[in-house]
């Protein structure tokens, strides 16, 4: 397994990802990381993710305060740094409007977890955060009751808000859900995906369970 790696390029590599695999169009979304050092590595405002460079990346201190030098930051930089402050155990967040995840969202439906083991061993829940105007810092508070249950959020009418310990792991989040909410869409048309049983759905809770402790008890360092 590769190191996990929180820099400036992997925030490149990932913003381009992103855009090749149709999770973001044009100058939508952004990525960040927190640095060894503790400061904020995070997107520019208005930035084609197609064509981003380490250049276009703004440094914030842990308050969120912008370095000098720096380009403006993304309208939704007061989102990262909230999560940074309120999760010590995360190091890079991604926001994106993955097409299928985007559908539930704007459909105000949640992506349910208990119709595929993989989904629910790896997320476990996935909220729904009520609708906030984007940009106009309404979002870290809307997002704030949710932001200890789970890794990855749906936002109404909106899109997606995917966190980790690293940057990878962040992505894959984003790259499982879509998958999965394609499938539910696929689906439907054949009458909607049934439910797990309660009693598999609780032995797979177990395992989720077991898997975060382990992950807990210091295999997982930055
Ligand atoms: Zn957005």
Redesign the pocket.
Same mark, same amino acid.
């Given at each position: 397994m590769r190191s996990p790696r929180n820099d400036g390029r992997a925030v490149v590599e990932i913003c381009r990802r992103m855009y090749e695999r149709g999770y973001v169009v044009a100058t939508? $979304?952004n990525v960040s990381v927190r640095l060894r050092s503790g400061e904020i590595l995070v997107t520019a405002t208005r930035v084609r993710k197609r064509e981003i460079a380490t250049g276009d990346l703004v440094r914030l201190t842990p308050g969120g305060v912008r370095v000098a030098g720096s380009p403006r930051p993304s309208s939704?930089a007061a989102l990262h740094t909230l999560i940074y402050s309120k999760r010590s155990d995360i190091n890079a967040v991604v926001?994106a409007?993955p097409p299928c995840c985007s559908a539930f969202a704007v459909a105000g439906k949640r992506l349910r977890v208990g119709a595929i083991p993989e989904v629910l061993v790896e997320f476990g829940d996935i909220p729904l955060v009520p609708f906030a105007v984007?940009g106009t810092g309404k979002l870290p508070k809307a997002i704030t009751p949710h932001l200890m249950k789970s890794n990855f959020f749906l936002?109404a009418n909106? $899109?997606v808000v995917s966190c980790a310990a690293d940057l990878e792991e962040a992505y894959d989040l984003v790259e499982r859900a879509e998958h999965a909410a394609r499938i539910l869409l696929l689906a439907e048309s054949l009458g909607g995906a049934g439910n797990l049983s309660p009693r598999d759905r609780r032995e797979l809770r177990h395992i989720r369970q077991t898997r975060t402790d382990g992950q807990r008890h210091g295999v997982r360092q930055r």
């Open positions: 939508e $979304g939704e926001h409007h984007p936002l909106h $899109g």
